[in-house]
């Protein structure tokens, strides 16, 4: 079973609206972290936000939220006011400590492109 | 800078060669993971070290090694190198095995195989 699904291959946004990118995932852990990183076409991996499962307020950085919905096991990350350098693609991701010793199991992927 | 360093940023090699990824952790750091992106399976973790020893181990094929030295760098084999081997590897490190922390990424190693 997927440990971490994003739906949604490709997601189209005009500058300045919001976009909301999806991610479920899958955990018998108590325990576990949230995150989503950002890769642009010049590849590096940049860290974004990240939610604790045991945090009651969902995560905010700047113009990044993750919409936390424990009972549903969905993370979404929404980006407020798009910017054209918003275009990239983004993963989301989950670490367990209970089986995992800490690894990061990513999704596939969202490729976000921002329309002027 | 994101304080993981990665080297070479690219390398092209022939089949059947072998080569040697690098990468030295941000400062403090004792885990280092390594993981391989391909367009076809995404990212794929390979290997974990934890102050020198391995941790745990996910999709390495018995054609790759890794090690972790006494000052923490950690060096990542490939060997027999075929096509599909081609693809962006990364190296990333954290200061703990804890949910709460997240990974620091190196900016990768492109290999290419001809």
């Known amino acids: 079973a997927q440990k971490i699904t994003q739906t949604q291959p490709g997601m189209f946004v005009q500058e300045k609206e919001a976009v909301t990118l999806d991610c479920t995932y899958d955990?018998?852990?108590?325990?576990?972290?949230l995150f989503w990183y950002k890769q642009p076409s010049s590849g590096e991996m940049i860290f974004l936000i990240y939610q604790g499962s045991y945090d009651e307020q969902n995560a905010t950085e700047g113009r990044y939220s993750l919409n936390f919905q424990k009972a549903r096991k969905s993370a979404n990350l929404v980006i407020s006011a798009s910017q054209l350098g918003d275009s990239a693609m983004y993963f989301c991701?989950?670490?367990?400590?209970?089986?995992?010793?800490?690894?990061?199991?990513f999704g596939q992927g969202t490729i976000l492109t921002v329309h002027p | 800078d994101s304080g993981v360093t990665q080297t070479p940023k690219h390398l092209i090699t022939a089949t059947g060669q072998r080569v040697t990824l690098r990468c030295s952790p941000r400062s403090g750091d004792l885990s280092v993971y390594w993981y391989q992106q391909s367009l076809d399976q995404g990212l794929q973790f390979l290997i974990q070290y934890y102050n020198g020893e391995e941790r745990a181990k996910g999709n390495i094929l018995e054609r790759f090694s890794a090690q972790q030295f006494p000052d923490l760098h950690s060096e990542l084999n490939l060997s027999s190198l075929e096509l599909g081997d081609s693809a962006l590897y990364f190296c990333?490190?954290?200061?703990?095995?804890?949910?709460?922390?997240?990974?620091?990424f190196g900016s990768g190693t492109r290999l290419t195989v001809v």
């Open positions: 955990t018998s852990d108590q325990s576990y972290g």
């Open positions: 991701a989950m670490r367990e400590i209970g089986t995992s010793y800490g690894k990061l199991t």
């Open positions: 990333a490190s954290s200061v703990a095995d804890s949910a709460n922390y997240g990974y620091t």
